[in-house]
């Protein structure tokens, strides 16, 4: 499917001033949306949108720090450095802002619970983890900087919907040729985001993106490793760093992201342009939208495990019954999932034969789920080895199961959690307690659901970060 074909798919709402035309420059045309969108211009779908996933950002991202990942990244830039002007989330610590952006970047993704694109499926999309590189980006500026909840607010949906434009722009390609779209274009989302907290001019703006598209940059070859969540982190860092140094005057080639696009095989800058004046008028964020993360792993395995758990819920057998156990899903909708047999929890996170065999054992798939003790168990090695993955040239994802007593059969659609099929207010409540239970407390848990509720209310984004220290 075509970035043009794609974006006919998308809701059109509230058209805003600040519209790319065919004779601007890309650099150009991010500016005039980074700088020129006010919050008047803003859908109220958009906002809602927003604050769900700012909300489930920030609970994942306290979370992770009791990951491994999220530990040496703390313990690396923020434990033993001279403090600063930025919270470290979960945490007592501050930091500088930049170092702060790098490792709330790094424990929101540290457990691949945090939200995605709904149209990421490998097949016409691949567009990444948008909030864990433009929220910390955001709030490390704006907590340095001063600035109000409304702007955060702007600054955070601007980034979102740069990201997503560019990850249209690209499409599957990046992760097909082995780059993570996450880093590649949520440093220049987070950069974008954090020129609005500090009202860059908008004529620093395109200087801004050739420093932020010089540090965008991020493997997939490292999926399964800590490294994939650094990815989110040095993403929103770039963000702050770029935004920070162009405001002092520091140089760069105002051309330097177009390039940026079409060494990454791109489009050209015709069709670049038709995609960025969306902008404004097309909200990604609304449509598809972002999905929030009912399973702490890959979202490519998502679809899959849902159709398991339908399956489940339906027939009665139990996992030592099953012979065989295919998964039937289009080709390159488990394009990231490269591990078959996993050996670490990181690992198996990433791979469809562990997902689906824990599910299988377990009846369920839980942030416990993912130790590298749980993948290693032989029970659940000996059931990995009855999955099977087929193909199929209908998008959705079928699951069967061949046991002694017949064949069983489930199929699903859309993923749990996607804006189509969502999380309920109550269940996204419950999965944010479940992540701050124990490092934040109770009482202020409770207030920061509301603080993010009233989001645009805040006079000072501060006591959204004075919140998420821990306890």
Known sequence: MSPQTKLKAQSELTPSAVVANSTTRVADALAAFSTGLSFKDLPVEAIQAAKRSILDTLAVSVAGTRSRTGQSAINAFAANGAGGSATVMGTKLMAHPSLAALVNGTLGHALDFDDVWADDDGVVAWRGHPSVCVLPAVLAAGESEGCDGATALLAYIIGVEIAGKLGTVFGPHLGRAGFHPTAIVGTLGAAAAVARVIKMEPKR?????GIAATEASGLAR?????????HAGIAAQGGVQSALLAR???G???EAVGDFIRIHSGPGEAQTLEVLGTLGKVWDIVAPGLSIKKYPCCRFGHL??????MLLAKERFAAADVETFTIRIQPGADTALIYKQPDTGLEGKFSMEYALGAALLDGGVTLASFTDAMVRRPEVRAI???VRTEYKSEPGAEAVARTSGGEHRAAASIVRGDPANPLSRDELLQKCYQCLDGIVATERIDRLVDAVDRLE???DIRVLSELLRAA
């Open 457 to 459: 209310q805040l006079p």
């Open 304 to 309: 899959p495990l849902d159709a398991t758990f």
């Open 248 to 250: 002092e005057g520091f």
């Open 384 to 386: 990995m080895q009855r």
């Open 252 to 254: 760069a080639n105002a």
């Open 205 to 209: 703006v395109p200087i801004m993106l």
């Open 222 to 230: 490292n999926f399964g490793t800590d490294t994939k969540p650094f």
